[in-house]
């Protein structure tokens, strides 16, 4: 007997979620965050990986999922300076203000096709920077055959505002040896484990150790071929131009947070974002929305 599809509200340690069950998928969403934490089609293995050890508390990204980095990436220092000039952020927090704070859900719906949720950033909320109280953050997401996720961003402030944002996702993967991420050949990136040299490869990645990379001039969809599970992710977006490619490998597995030290074997990050010189400047009353689609086909 088919279960109905359904979206409940559930309590997962001191964390609010949201357990998306369909027809055509199952998806676990924590409101801290707007996190997607978990995504399997109907009959697949799971897309998006959640760590086995991943902690769900207040105040703390959970590990795994699909983290909201906004309004910027990573270590502001190393934003554009015109980021850091607009978002007067706190340097010591990575990735933005939003990842580990409380989101309100908004909309919720089910049909045939998908289920779908609507989660608002409640902006002021505390924030540095002067133009956050006059900023609106949603994210939409649709669970069904595919994921679809958009990050909207809308400035009702006098002024324009500039910023980096990414969607963090964690790809969950039959083992990194088995996998190889596809289209992003002659794409520039900066390597950050050479001291952020810029460089460019003829032939499609392979993991072989620790890689951190933000690639750049990317096509709006990327590739991930797994031949131990027989299928391709496809990360599509036509409103990103930049990727971050990330797994820790060995050494660094070990020490991070709710990662157990074989992980690094059974996930990788494929982010689909819009940093560096892909950043975005929006002007007074405009909008701007960060569009992901997950899908899944058969290999060739």
Sequence with gaps: MNTPAQILLTQIDELPCLRIQHPKASALIALQGAQVLEYTPAGAEPVIWLSECAGFKNGQSVRGGIPVCWPWFGDLKRNPAEVQRSVQGDPALAHGWVRNQPWLLEHTSIDADAARIRLRYPTPLGLGSPWAAQVSLTLDILVGAELNLQLTTVNWSDAPITYSQALHSY??????????????????????????????????????????????????????????????????????????????????????????????????????????????????????????????????
């Design 171 to 300: 790809f969950a993967v039959s083992h990194i040896d088995k996998v190889q991420v596809l289209d992003l050949e002659q794409c520039r990136y900066i390597d950050t484990l050479l001291q952020w040299r810029e460089c460019a490869d003829a032939d499609p990645l392979s993991i072989r150790q620790e890689t951190d990379r933000i690639y750049l001039d990317t096509p709006a969809s990327i590739r991930l071929l797994d031949l131990g599970w027989q299928r391709i992710i496809h990360i599509n977006s036509d409103t990103s131009r930049s990727a971050v490619v990330w797994n820790p490998w060995i050494d660094k597995s070990a020490r991070l947070s709710h990662f157990a030290d074989d992980a690094w074997q059974r996930m990788l990050c494929i982010e689909t974002a819009r940093v560096l010189d892909n950043c975005v400047t929006l002007p007074p009353g405009e909008q701007d929305t960060l569009r992901l689609n997950v899908g899944l086909s058969a290999p060739a």
